[in-house]
């Protein structure tokens, strides 16, 4: 039986649902999965940051308000973020890394993850912006290492995707994919298509914590630009950058844009999409995309998303589920655990 001590890097939603589960499943973990967890540590700009290596109550962790320096509450707790001194000193096996992605220049979380690596300690995270910005560089200092860097949930949350197409579909000569890859979208899209207009459903999707104050990351396409770079790299051996895939959203289509597709039995979709060309290049992109009622993609709506894998032995393959919420992506973090235990990884 093994026990692994882990930190968690960021304490909003989604490792607050790690903890949660932790709380909750630790026991059946032990005897299901061969494992169980104890946080050690735990550190977030907003919250402050404790450490204690014996381990920390992770119901009482889960408890603990979303008020600024709320961690000083604990004992040995402290209002300040001492990011560094949690990851490298905590005595963490594993860390959870789910801070805010910076779409730019995915910091901070690209250095956290940075200096886990660098300690010889395994990271977990839900984060697009070190994958899609600085994945070779920390998938070589992993390597380099000889630790586990994994991050199933930084394209569809607790959804398998990337581990489907490496294991499930190895040998099916994949070619290329097409994905709704953000639920935002597709919501305001489905709710168009059910009569409402472009700035009534954006505004629905706020209401539903679907989308943010600003939603130009989910409704422009920038935040499937970022995953799309992740897939593509890591299931067509491609080496795009971000400025290689061509981007546009779904912010000019109109009310009678989606009547008239309604009318031709077509829908539109948010599509990030990438491909091999004849001469082994990878060619991508993200645009709003007219797909016949026969599409694999078509039928997904609301805030679900969904890859059609194009293979030369089995044809499209679709994997659809949750792209986002505390515990699916929570859920993602468990799973991403459980493949490096059973890589043998200590």
């Not at 805030?303 to 505390?326: D, K, Q, Y």
């Amino acid at each position: 039986m093994t026990d692994y001590k882990i930190a968690l890097v960021g304490f909003g939603g989604v490792n607050r649902g790690l903890a949660q589960l932790i709380a909750e499943r630790n026991a059946q973990w032990r005897a299901t999965l061969g494992f169980g967890l104890t946080i050690v540590g735990v550190t977030d700009l907003f919250l402050g940051s404790v450490l204690n290596r014996a381990g920390l109550d992770a119901a009482e962790l889960v408890a603990l308000p979303a008020e600024k320096g709320a961690l000083a509450r604990i004992a040995g707790g402290t209002a300040e973020a001492f990011n560094e001194t949690v990851i490298k000193q905590s005595g963490a096996d594993i860390i959870a890394e789910a801070t805010f992605t910076n779409p730019v220049d995915g910091e901070p979380a690209a250095t956290f993850c940075r200096w886990a690596l660098e300690s010889g300690i395994h990271v977990v995270t839900s984060n697009k912006g070190p994958i899609a910005l600085h994945g070779a560089e920390l998938k070589a200092l992993a390597r380099q290492r000889g630790v586990a860097f994994e991050y199933e949930g930084a394209v569809m949350s607790g959804t398998p995707v990337i581990r489907v197409a490496r294991q499930a579909l190895a040998g099916s000569g994949l070619q290329g994919f097409e994905g709704i890859l953000n639920g935002t979208s597709n919501y305001v899209l489905t709710r168009m298509k059910e009569g409402l207009s472009f700035a009534e459903a954006v505004a629905e999707a706020q209401q539903l914590g679907y989308a943010e104050a600003d939603p130009s990351a989910d409704v422009e396409g920038y935040d499937v630009r970022l995953k799309v770079v992740i897939l593509a790299n890591e299931l067509l051996d491609a080496r795009l950058k971000v400025s290689d895939v061509t981007c546009s959203g779904i912010s000019a289509i109109s009310a009678a844009d989606i009547a008239k597709a309604e009318a031709t039995g077509q829908c539109w979709k948010l599509i990030g999409a990438a491909r091999k060309t004849s001469d082994g290049s990878v060619e991508a992109s993200v645009e709003a995309r007219l797909l016949p009622r026969t599409h694999p993609l078509a039928g997904i709506g609301g805030a679900i998303n969904a890859v059609s894998f194009n293979t030369e032995l089995l044809g499209a393959v679709t994997v659809s589920g949750p792209g986002a919420g505390r515990v699916e992506t929570a859920f993602a973090l468990l799973s991403d655990i459980i493949a490096l235990h059973n890589a043998g990884k200590r």
